[in-house]
């Protein structure tokens, strides 16, 4: 019998990540050839940490660097002020302790001699530029600057921020500046205030500075610095930071003279977008090729470190036969989150902590000072704690919102922001079986499982996961004489679905409600069930609230039939933003929401808009939503959908066209007047890769249409309008840009956001909206069960004053009205949703 066959694995760089990469792979079997595109490998000048993170990953390899002997363990960390005036002691060794390892600081070119030690047998070709990659079924080939070239089965791109295995995959690409530079050094230094094993930070108004003991009487130290676009020469450094830091602690002053001018090192600051593609084929990425991020978390080599591993696991376990690609997709994923939590929590710091101007400064300071020992202590323990659970990673989501996630978490805080779904269940239904079925649920939703905190500032949000706490569930019964029985569930989203916040903090950030009617009592509460979940704006739109419904019913009926509830997590998605196409991430992103907002105040200019006036002016904190249900019965929603087709139009346009008559006519418009509507756009599919239906999260951008409306005109040519704006806007992609909005001028905090709520409450260019999913194919019957009436209801909070929403199911169409209560009243709602479904209906005949 033939032996297998060994893998070759060709590592495109031999830094940090490349090195440990070489020496885990070579651990699992596979065979190793290291390209490096420097002439020698010489690291100097420069230190950096290896977090209990990586020492626990390097461990579980059976990886000894003897990293105690060849550096320093952390033993205490403190934050000063630039005089050196104490601000906070971190528990860093306790939350290193509760990590199980500790970290250690080392100059880089100490873990470099390490790694090559280990590595000695794995050939490492210096002088090598690769230039060109060709993958093929059975491998790929690496072509080198000097003409040499190099075939593997496997490619694995670590070759650093300036990747030419990064650049084959997604092509060039702009970094991050985070607005300041490093200036660092290494010198023998000792000094009382700075311990064995001590970690200090000095923090002043757009400048910092550290001092790390490295053992054996060396000290690392760095300084940001905005040095100039015409920066100084490297003779002229030390000049510059001694003037830089000339009113700071004695002990930074005194470093800083310790170094010789010719050792201290300038590198700059910067990350990149993070990639959500790290691979494709044969070729996968690994450390900064992958992830750059900031060094203010000091996770640089650790998550590079953390890479190696996981990648080496994944080989060793998930690899069969001759095709590799299925374990390099595996490996991509189980570090996904991670990473992008790690590129995240690091820009995040590095915005907090850098604090330039007086007011960042002073709330940076505050926070550290007054933030609770226990957050301080979860917080680290979590970023130095490997997840050594392959398959866990990929399931949890712990990050910080997304501009967008952070504009409804806002909103939601200053007045409730919820989407709920409803559908009517007739038959018996047992009790225990929901819950079997909402924790089921909750098993396969990791958005599900998650709580949101908030540092004490409200700018850093996050979500957090769960420990166990179970989707709320309330029982409501309604006694089957009772006449309000049959619309009891408009009674129950009125006064509490869409008054009262999801508790955010406590998690989950959804909840659920069973209103029974009818029946005999006893086990059996009632034939007829309304279901409503409940779900916060910030994780679910108006189709994650239908699909998570019709599942929650499909699971009850599985458990009601004794049939075991077999559930699998779904893989936890990035936020929304970071599955855009590149051209509407960033900086492209943002100028195309210029270009659009451009357009629109241009058309603005010329043709003046009318907007729902208020009755009164409402507190944004004492804003509620109601809803007033309409409904388009079978025979009608035929009718609507052959006359929308005869007069070359949408469904969709039909019901905005009739809304905006109804307000139209509600404001006393007798001539002609132009009128602005919001039409919520799905964008699942445009997002890269895609996302299915049935995945949770927020997933439409609000367009608004200008339509002019003439009294007594017919409805179809304003229908047109809308429908033709709408093709327009998608083509434009102008959807997609407007998710540029809260990265650009969102609130980045509650305390910063009345200026912003202000002005869309008056200036923004949408009060009035449509929300409609179209035919959304619900099921009929589920099980021994008849289902029926399914829909979704919206709040509003502060994002304007009439929101109405369509879903076309159950072979009819229901049409939600949702409005803020004394802005709009409750007689005037009715008269607008009563007009607008007259307009329709009147023009059916038409």
């Not at 053992?215 to 030390?238: E, F, I, M, N, Q």
């Not at 190696?308 to 690899?319: K, M």
């Not at 239908?546 to 499909?554: A, K």
Request: proline share 6%; charged share 25%.
């Amino acid at each position: 019998m033939s032996s297998p066959r060994r893998i070759k694995a060709l590592v495109i760089g031999a830094g940090i990540g490349g090195l440990t990469c070489a020496v885990a792979l070579r651990r699992v079997g596979i065979d190793v050839e290291v390209y490096e595109r420097a002439t020698e490998l010489r690291e100097a000048g420069s230190g950096l940490s290896v977090m209990s993170n990586a020492v626990t990953a390097l461990a579980a390899f059976g990886i000894d660097l003897g990293l105690d002997k060849r550096g320093q363990a952390v033993e205490s960390f403190r934050i000063l002020d630039r005089r050196g005036r104490r601000i906070r002691d971190l528990p860093f060794e306790e939350a290193s302790r509760q990590a199980g390892a500790p970290s250690f600081c080392l100059s880089r070119a100490d873990l470099q001699e390490a790694l090559l030690t280990e590595a000695a047998d794995c050939p490492i070709r210096l002088g090598a530029t690769a230039v060109g990659f060709e993958a093929a079924d059975t491998g790929v080939t690496v072509r080198f600057e000097d003409g040499r070239s190099a075939s593997g089965d496997i490619l694995i791109g670590a070759d650093g921020f300036h990747s030419a295995v990064r650049h084959h995959l997604v092509g060039p690409e702009t970094s991050r500046d985070s607005g300041y530079g490093f200036g660092l050094g290494i010198v023998p230094f000792q000094h009382p205030r700075l311990p064995p094993g001590g970690v200090r930070h000095y923090w002043g108004s757009g400048q910092r500075f550290g001092l790390i003991d490295i053992g054996h009487g060396r000290c690392y130290w760095w300084a940001t610095t905005s040095l100039p676009a015409d920066a100084p020469a490297r003779d002229r450094v030390k000049d510059t930071l001694t003037q830089a830091y000339a009113g700071w602690a004695e002990e930074v002053r005194a470093v800083i003279e310790a170094t010789p001018r010719e050792d201290i090192l300038t590198v700059p600051s910067r990350d990149r977008d993070f990639l959500e593609r790290w691979g494709d084929g044969p070729l996968t990425l690994l450390g900064d090729a992958a992830h750059p991020m900031l060094t203010t978390l000091a996770q640089g080599a650790g998550t590079a470190i953390e890479d190696a591993v996981v990648l080496a696991r994944t080989l060793a376990e998930h690899a069969r036969g001759d095709d590799l690609t299925p374990a390099l997709r595996a490996y991509e994923e189980r570090r996904r989150d991670r990473t992008r939590a790690l590129v995240d929590g690091s820009r995040a710091m590095s915005d907090l902590t850098h604090g330039a101007g007086p007011r960042r400064r002073l709330l940076r300071d505050a926070y550290f000072r007054l933030a609770p020992r226990s957050l301080l202590l979860r917080q680290t323990a979590q970023a130095l704690t490997f997840p050594d659970g392959p398959a866990a990673a990929p399931h949890h989501v712990q990050r910080e919102l997304s501009p967008l996630e952070r504009l409804y978490w806002i909103a939601d805080q200053t007045s409730p922001l919820n989407v709920i779904a409803r559908a009517r269940v007739h038959g018996h239904l047992p009790t225990a079986s929901h819950r079997r079925a909402l924790d089921a649920l909750q098993v396969r939703h990791p958005l599900l499982r998650v709580a949101i905190t908030d540092d004490g500032t409200g700018a850093h949000p996050a979500f957090t996961p769960l420990d166990g706490r179970p989707v709320p569930l309330r029982h409501v019964t309604v006694p089957p004489d009772d006449p309000a029985a049959d619309t009891w569930w408009e009674h129950e989203i009125n006064d509490r679905e869409l008054a009262e916040s999801i508790e955010w903090s406590a998690g989950p950030l959804l909840r659920t409600v069973v209103i029974s009617s009818g029946g005999s009592g006893g086990e059996d509460e009632g034939n007829v069930h309304d279901l409503l979940l409940t779900a916060s704006h910030v994780i679910a739109d108006g189709k994650t609230c239908l699909s998570l419904l019709r599942e929650w019913i499909e699971l009850v009926s599985e458990s009601a039939s004794g049939t075991p509830l077999r559930v699998t997590s779904l893989r936890a998605r990035p936020a929304t933003e970071d599955l855009l196409p590149p051209r509407h991430r960033g900086a492209a992103g943002v100028a195309g929401l210029r270009a659009m907002m451009l357009r629109d105040q241009q058309a603005a200019r010329r043709r003046p808009t009318q907007r729902v006036v208020p009755s009164r002016q409402v507190p944004f904190g004492q804003r509620r939503t109601r809803m007033e249900h309409r409904l388009l019965t079978a025979d009608q929603l035929d009718l609507l959908v052959r006359a929308a087709k005869r007069h070359g139009t949408t469904v969709h346009g039909a019901l905005a066209a009739a809304m905006v008559t109804a307000v139209a006519h509600d404001a006393g418009t007798t001539g002609t007047a132009r009128f602005s509507i919001g039409s919520p756009v799905d964008f699942r599919g445009d997002l890269e890769p895609p996302v299915a239906h049935d995945e949770v999260g927020t997933y439409v951008a609000t367009v608004p249409s200008l339509v002019c409306h003439e009294h007594g005109r017919p409805l179809w040519p304003m229908a047109r309008e809308i429908s033709q704006d709408l093709v327009r806007r998608r083509r434009r992609q102008d959807h997609l840009a407007m998710l540029s909005l809260p990265r650009r001028a969102g609130p980045k905090s509650p305390a910063d956001s009345e200026s912003f709520m202000r002005f869309m409450d008056e200036k923004g260019p949408i009060n009035l909206c449509l929300s409609n999913v179209g035919r959304y194919e619900f099921p009929g019957r589920v099980g021994p069960w008849h289902v029926s009436d399914a829909q979704f209801i919206t709040g509003v909070s502060v994002m304007g004053a009439i929101v109405a929403t369509a879903t076309t199911s159950h072979d009819q169409l229901a049409w939600n009205f949702s409005y803020v209560e004394g802005v709009i009243p409750t007689p005037r709602a009715r008269r607008i949703a009563d007009d607008s479904v007259h307009t329709l209906l009147s023009a059916l005949s038409e």
